[in-house]
């Protein structure tokens, strides 16, 4: 099945700076989602893209589906943008593969 | 109301014993999915469900069942609960498209 890698696996920032996280993916997707759980678990919908840019608000993410990678810009981080990012993707008509995920934690 | 509720939200439970875990929607999905989340290992499937004459396994169904009551309800089994059965659950539900992916708030289990 297709092979889903996020990196960096743990990245530590102190509030106001940027960050970029990526997630790299082994064959062709017709549907890229990137979740942030919160500290309480929750999992939230950040964007759909398998393939453009997007933007809301503070983070914008980019998919370069002909190279398989997808890149979610932080700006500006704050306390609340910590938990664990990840990077889910299909190929074809199948449930979402989840990455390992990338933990964030943003000091104030 | 949530639209994707999981119940019980936490719940230890003995080795062996049986043990259900429940999911109900109000999205109007025709999807419907249970994950296990253990730390640094992400979400991995369990079984999967496109409506509700179709149930999948997934990458690691061994140990589950599952049931498809309804369009909007699709509980998970555990027949003889085990230690490394001791994760976060997850189910999640979407359009035929895979997009609209809504998760629950998740069930912590615990067995000891």
């Known amino acids: 099945g297709i092979q889903v890698e996020q990196s960096p696996p743990d990245l530590i920032l102190q509030e106001g700076a940027n960050s970029t996280l990526r997630c790299n993916f082994s064959?062709?997707?017709?549907?890229l989602q990137w979740f942030h759980q919160n500290p309480w678990g929750q999992l939230i919908n950040l964007f759909y893209?398998?393939?453009g840019t997007k933007q809301n608000g503070r983070l914008s993410a980019t998919t370069v589906a002909t190279e398989r990678y997808s890149l979610l810009y932080i700006s500006s981080s704050q306390t609340t943008d910590s938990g664990v990012y990840f990077c889910?993707?299909?190929?074809?008509?199948?449930?979402?593969?989840f990455g390992k995920g990338t933990r964030l934690s943003v000091i104030a | 109301d949530a639209d994707v509720t999981q119940t019980p939200r936490n719940r230890i439970t003995k080795t062996g014993k049986r043990i259900m875990l429940e999911c109900s929607q109000t999205?109007?999905?025709?999807?419907m999915y249970w994950y296990r989340q253990d730390p640094g290992l992400g979400l991995r499937l369990i079984y999967y469900?496109?409506?509700?004459?179709?149930?999948n396994k997934g990458e690691i169904s061994d140990g589950y069942s599952v049931s498809r009551q309804a369009q909007a309800k699709f509980s998970l089994s555990l027949e003889s609960a085990i230690p490394n059965q001791t994760a976060l659950y997850f189910c999640?539900?979407?359009?035929?498209?895979?997009?609209?992916?809504?998760f629950g708030s998740g069930t912590r289990l615990t067995v000891v």
């Open positions: 999640a539900t979407s359009w035929t498209s895979g997009d609209g992916y809504t």
């Open positions: 889910a993707l299909r190929s074809g008509n199948t449930p979402l593969v």
């Open positions: 999205k109007g999905h025709d999807r």
């Open positions: 469900s496109f409506d509700v004459k179709d149930i």
């Open positions: 064959d062709s997707v017709n549907n």
């Open positions: 893209i398998p393939s």
